[in-house]
């Protein structure tokens, strides 16, 4: 047996190599050193690890989500999308900001037509603000915060006015949709400010109310972009 | 309440789509080099999450598998290797997993001798120098090339190939006749 055949013989690996083999490996060095290599490779080729713990990849995925779409996830999901299609107006409001040189351009404003959904405990239905920010570039852990005047609540925060959450903004569109409880009828404007690695941009966005009978009152309305 | 963005949830999903084939072999890599079960998996949801911002990235990756592995290892060395090396965090440096090699001989008597034989490999393993551990962790026991290897070490093929050599022939004393008897009797 050569060292050619003699190789092929030990990558067939048999259990029982046959005595020819055995000889020539008793013989010579460099197959000898091949089959110990070989013999190390295979050990190695096969070593156990274990397996991660149930859930892992669930886990590992729900936990690198930002806490923000999490949060969205778990706990509003539900509501949210009864709220979006059970609104009473939608008020498309698309605002253009680039953080931080901020651009502004004239929105694009559209008002979509709805119905109005029957008033609960005295106050009208929600209503689906929905603002489009434009960034140039995505911004990761954005902080938005909102205010409310004092005529409009948030659907489901009490009579809590200023809400701050952080947020990972993409580049290009991005949508918020705030479900608004209207307390009275007058015109108003939410207060939003997006704060990103020490830049900051405020602006309003003006609601047009539904009138007291439900019917939309399809108004133009202007956004205001206000660089701070 | 508020659903912001809702962009995001598409997002999400593909970069759940990207990452999930992989999460085992990630898992499997990082325990490879912590030899902890617990700092794997902590590890893996710490490199997702520095992931997750970058998921256009992601998306343009044309062999994602070695790709996270090469992110897997910048992050283990960052949070794991550096630190033990620290002169203040005297953390222990790495030693092998002993003890999952002790469940599986008592699970496996039928393969004894070949798991007391890479448990042995795996102390030897863990005794190496880092850089040739590293090369041989991917090669020998993932079976990547040497080229992807070269490419998750950010070093030469060439030097793959050296330090191939010299870690394996230092393993090789580990299964030298009577060392298993010796280590068995322990």
Same mark, same amino acid.
């Given at each position: 047996?050569?060292?050619?055949?003699?190789?092929?013989?030990?990558?067939?690996?048999?259990?029982?190599?046959?005595?020819?083999?055995?000889?020539?490996?008793?013989?010579?060095?460099?197959?000898?050193?091949?089959?110990?290599?070989?013999?190390?490779?295979?050990?190695?080729?096969?070593?156990?690890?274990?397996?991660?713990?149930?859930?892992?990849?669930?886990?590992?995925?729900?936990?690198?989500?930002?806490?923000?779409?999490?949060?969205?996830?778990?706990?509003?999901?539900?509501?949210?999308?009864?709220?979006?299609?059970?609104?009473?107006?939608?008020?498309?409001?698309?605002?253009?900001?680039?953080?931080?040189?901020?651009?502004?351009?004239?929105?694009?404003?559209?008002?979509?037509?709805?119905?109005?959904?029957?008033?609960?405990?005295?106050?009208?239905?929600?209503?689906?603000?929905?603002?489009?920010?434009?960034?140039?570039?995505?911004?990761?852990?954005?902080?938005?915060?909102?205010?409310?005047?004092?005529?409009?609540?948030?659907?489901?925060?009490?009579?809590?006015?200023?809400?701050?959450?952080?947020?990972?903004?993409?580049?290009?569109?991005?949508?918020?949709?705030?479900?608004?409880?209207?307390?009275?009828?007058?015109?108003?404007?939410?207060?939003?400010?997006?704060?990103?690695?020490?830049?900051?941009?405020?602006?309003?966005?003006?609601?047009?109310?539904?009138?007291?009978?439900?019917?939309?009152?399809?108004?133009?309305?202007?956004?205001?972009?206000?660089?701070? | 309440?508020?659903?912001?963005?809702?962009?995001?949830?598409?997002?999400?999903?593909?970069?759940?789509?990207?990452?999930?084939?992989?999460?085992?072999?990630?898992?499997?890599?990082?325990?490879?080099?912590?030899?902890?079960?617990?700092?794997? +998996?902590?590890?893996?949801?710490? $490199? =997702?999450? %520095?992931?997750?911002?970058?998921?256009?990235? *992601? #998306?343009?990756? /044309?062999? @994602?598998?070695?790709?996270?592995?090469?992110?897997?290892?910048?992050?283990?060395?960052?949070?794991?290797?550096?630190?033990?090396?620290?002169?203040?965090?005297?953390?222990?440096?790495?030693?092998?997993?002993?003890?999952?090699?002790?469940?599986?001989?008592?699970?496996?008597?039928?393969?004894?001798?070949?798991?007391?034989?890479?448990?042995?490999?795996?102390?030897?393993?863990?005794?190496?120098? +880092?850089?040739?551990?590293?090369? $041989? =962790?991917? %090669?020998?026991?993932?079976?990547?090339?040497? *080229? #992807?290897?070269? /490419?998750? @070490?950010?070093?030469?093929?060439?030097?793959?190939?050296?330090?191939?050599?010299?870690?394996?022939?230092?393993?090789?004393?580990?299964?030298?006749?009577?060392?298993?008897?010796?280590?068995?009797?322990?």
């Amino acid at each position: 047996m050569n060292c050619c055949q003699a190789r092929h013989e030990l990558e067939l690996m048999q259990r029982e190599n046959n005595r020819a083999l055995l000889k020539h490996l008793h013989r010579c060095g460099e197959c000898r050193e091949y089959a110990e290599e070989l013999r190390l490779v295979n050990l190695l080729r096969t070593m156990p690890a274990p397996e991660p713990s149930a859930q892992f990849e669930a886990r590992v995925l729900e936990a690198a989500l930002p806490t923000s779409c999490k949060k969205s996830r778990n706990q509003d999901r539900t509501r949210v999308r009864t709220w979006q299609f059970a609104t009473a107006a939608s008020l498309l409001l698309a605002v253009f900001a680039a953080l931080p040189h901020w651009q502004s351009s004239a929105p694009a404003m559209d008002i979509a037509s709805g119905e109005a959904v029957a008033a609960d405990s005295g106050m009208q239905a929600p209503l689906a603000v929905n603002v489009s920010v434009d960034t140039a570039r995505a911004m990761e852990g954005a902080m938005i915060s909102v205010s409310l005047p004092e005529g409009l609540a948030l659907d489901g925060y009490g009579d809590q006015r200023e809400l701050r959450w952080r947020a990972n903004l993409d580049a290009g569109a991005n949508r918020l949709t705030l479900p608004v409880r209207v307390r009275n009828e007058r015109r108003t404007e939410i207060l939003i400010r997006i704060e990103h690695q020490g830049a900051h941009k405020e602006f309003y966005v003006p609601v047009d109310l539904p009138s007291a009978a439900g019917r939309l009152e399809n108004r133009r309305a202007v956004s205001e972009l206000q660089a701070i | 309440m508020i659903e912001f963005f809702r962009g995001r949830a598409a997002r999400e999903d593909r970069f759940t789509a990207l990452v999930r084939p992989h999460l085992r072999l990630m898992h499997r890599m990082a325990y490879r080099w912590t030899q902890d079960q617990r700092d794997a +998996e902590d590890l893996v949801q710490d $490199v =997702l999450t %520095h992931l997750f911002p970058r998921s256009g990235e *992601l #998306e343009a990756v /044309e062999k @994602l598998g070695p790709w996270l592995i090469k992110v897997l290892y910048r992050r283990y060395v960052d949070l794991f290797r550096r630190r033990a090396n620290s002169p203040i965090d005297e953390s222990a440096p790495c030693i092998s997993d002993d003890a999952y090699f002790q469940e599986q001989l008592q699970d496996d008597r039928n393969r004894f001798h070949q798991l007391e034989l890479q448990r042995l490999l795996n102390r030897a393993l863990m005794e190496l120098d +880092e850089s040739w551990r590293d090369v $041989v =962790l991917l %090669h020998d026991v993932e079976g990547y090339t040497a *080229l #992807e290897v070269a /490419e998750i @070490l950010d070093i030469s093929v060439g030097t793959v190939k050296s330090r191939l050599h010299r870690a394996r022939k230092k393993l090789k004393s580990v299964l030298e006749p009577g060392t298993v008897k010796a280590v068995a009797t322990c």
